[in-house]
């Protein structure tokens, strides 16, 4: 089983300033990464797939990158609606079973 | 737009078997090129894939849930079943059902049904 593990577990940042989370997995895997937001009350919301691809109507500023078993997801300016808490999440090769790292949670700082 | 609403009891004895539906509204299940997923989340904790389901009924399952889950799909009412047998407290959790394509990224989700494991 590959085992993802995301750091900080926090980040105390301020509205416009860059954040930059990191998903580090216990394996190389290939292309299937995905990172989720997620808010209290509400379901996660897809932001990257296949590493580095937005998913519909997300902006600009967010961004996802690396290969082989580090990965990172960059918001580049922070907004007031992203502080929240972001997943990483891979699926093997085959078999096609999924996991997600333990979350990052970005709060204000 | 898609949308997936989960439904089922809040409430379920130990050593029960927690069942759920997904009915899914905007898109045909039957259509293909999406796989149909369940997560959960439990108290404090992050998010777990609990397994998923092809229209023709193909499914893959979490190694650590195998034993006791059983997804089950029906194209006609446009639904999606999740089955977890013995359950513990353990298994209180906020159960979501998505969808899914590329057999992961979960672009469509319900908003998440909340089932408690207690006597």
């Known amino acids: 089983e590959i085992v993802l593990t995301q750091s900080p577990a926090t980040l105390s940042l301020s509205p416009g300033e860059r954040a930059t989370l990191s998903c580090r997995a216990s394996q190389s895997v290939a292309s299937y990464i995905a990172w989720y937001q997620h808010k209290p009350g509400q379901a996660p919301r897809l932001l990257i797939y296949?590493?580095?691809y937005r998913a519909t109507g997300i902006p600009a500023r967010f961004s996802g990158s690396g290969s082989g078993t580090d990965f990172t997801l960059t918001i580049s300016s922070l907004e007031p609606e992203d502080f929240a808490v972001y997943y990483c999440q891979q699926r093997s090769n085959w078999p096609p079973e999924l996991t997600f790292g333990g979350g990052t949670k970005v709060e204000i700082k | 737009q898609v949308q997936l609403q989960e439904s089922g009891p809040g409430l379920v004895k130990p050593s029960q078997t927690l069942s759920l539906t997904c009915t899914v509204s905007g898109a045909s299940i039957g259509d293909g090129g999406y796989y149909y997923t369940w997560i959960r989340q439990r108290p404090g904790k992050g998010l777990e894939w609990i397994g998923y389901i092809y229209y023709s009924g193909n499914t893959y399952y979490n190694p650590s849930l195998k034993s006791r889950v059983s997804i089950s799909v029906d194209t006609s009412k446009n639904q999606f079943f999740l089955e977890l047998t013995s359950v513990t407290a353990t298994d209180t959790a906020l159960y979501y059902c998505a969808r899914s394509f590329n057999y992961f990224a979960s672009d469509f989700w319900g908003r998440g049904t909340l089932v408690t494991v207690s006597s």
């Open positions: 296949d590493i580095s």
